[in-house]
């Protein structure tokens, strides 16, 4: 019995060993489990120049999106306009079934019959407004008006993004800049410390080399900071949803030369989306002058009808049929 006391206590330690080494191998394969997981789900690093950043823009930003909702409004207004010149065409389907009382007194209420079919067609034109076209000019001043301050929206939205992208841009070198100023505010620091090991410089040297060091410091944080905020600012106008894992490409060095000042103002002038929606909206609002007297001429309108209203209304044939055997 004492003998056999030594090999159970051995084969417990070695279960428990293998236990141990068990849990530790599944500890292991949970970690890597987890690690690739993340690595699969974080996405890359997206990268965009100024012409994905006002794509994006167009396709995500509520202004521009308000405007061009107008647009199509405006042009359906004049599409309706026009329709209303056209001359329109009603029918009528009716069946009014009254219960015979069985009485020869021919009266019925509402009703020449005990039965009434009603089968119209009723045709209507308003001839003036084969003449009278300010309806439809007064849309199409209104769609004018539509797509021209859809153009201010979309001037404004590039002008913004522009912005921003440029400020991130900006930041970024500002950055580079204030890295760059730290390091060599450190090592002055540590050249002056050194000189004051030596002798060389006084105490008060170094403190002054720190208090730089401190204050490049502070210039590095309010770089990094400006750039979250230029970023957070970018990224709410070209992401559906706030995202801030994205880099810019810095072209600053590739701009385009501006045109010269002639050729500017010309450009201005003509192609003002400002300027067009004023005068379309003149336009607009004399073509509501020209309709609002539409309402001292009289109407002319042209009604045709065409159907049946009797007592009897029925479908035959000149030969009899399969299910009844009459025509």
Do not use: C
């Not at 823009?57 to 061009?68: D, K, L, M, P, V």
């Not at 590039?158 to 060599?184: M, P």
């Amino acid at each position: 019995m004492l003998a056999e006391e030594p090999e159970e206590t051995l084969n417990l330690f070695s279960i428990s060993s293998v236990n141990s080494v068990l849990i530790n191998v599944v500890r292991a394969l949970a970690v890597l489990l987890l690690v690739s997981s993340a690595a699969v789900a974080q996405p890359g690093t997206l990268t965009i120049n100024l012409q994905d950043a006002l794509a994006r823009a167009r396709q995500y930003g509520t202004q521009i999106q308000s405007a061009n909702i107008a647009v199509q409004l405006a042009k359906e207004d004049r599409v309706q306009a026009r329709a209303a010149a056209l001359p329109s065409v009603n029918g009528l389907n009716q069946f009014i079934y009254t219960q015979g009382n069985g009485t020869p007194s021919g009266v019925f209420v509402a009703n020449d019959g005990v039965h009434v079919y009603n089968e119209q067609l009723n045709g209507h034109e308003e001839l003036l407004s084969l003449i009278r076209r300010g309806e439809i000019r007064a849309a199409a001043a209104a769609e004018a008006v539509a797509r021209a301050k859809a153009d201010v929206a979309a001037r404004g939205l590039n002008t913004t993004v522009i912005q921003d992208y440029y400020g991130i841009a900006s930041a970024e070198r500002k950055l580079t800049n204030a890295t760059t100023t730290l390091a060599e505010a450190q090592r002055f620091l540590d050249i002056t410390q050194k000189q004051e090991q030596h002798g060389e410089v006084a105490h008060a040297d170094v403190i002054k080399a720190q208090l730089q060091v401190q204050q490049h410091q502070r210039d590095v944080q309010d770089a990094q900071l400006a750039i979250e905020k230029a970023e957070i600012t970018l990224a709410v106008l070209i992401f559906p949803a706030l995202r801030l894992d994205y880099e810019i490409v810095d072209d600053l060095s590739n701009i385009a030369v501006l045109p010269p000042l002639p050729e500017s103002t010309a450009q201005l002038t003509t192609n003002n989306p400002d300027v067009r929606a004023a005068q379309a909206g003149v336009t607009q609002a004399r073509l509501g002058i020209t309709v609002a007297r539409y309402a001292y001429l009289p109407s002319f309108a042209l009604d045709v009808w065409y159907g049946i209203d009797a007592n009897q209304f029925a479908a035959r044939t000149d030969y009899p049929t399969q299910a009844t055997g009459r025509s």
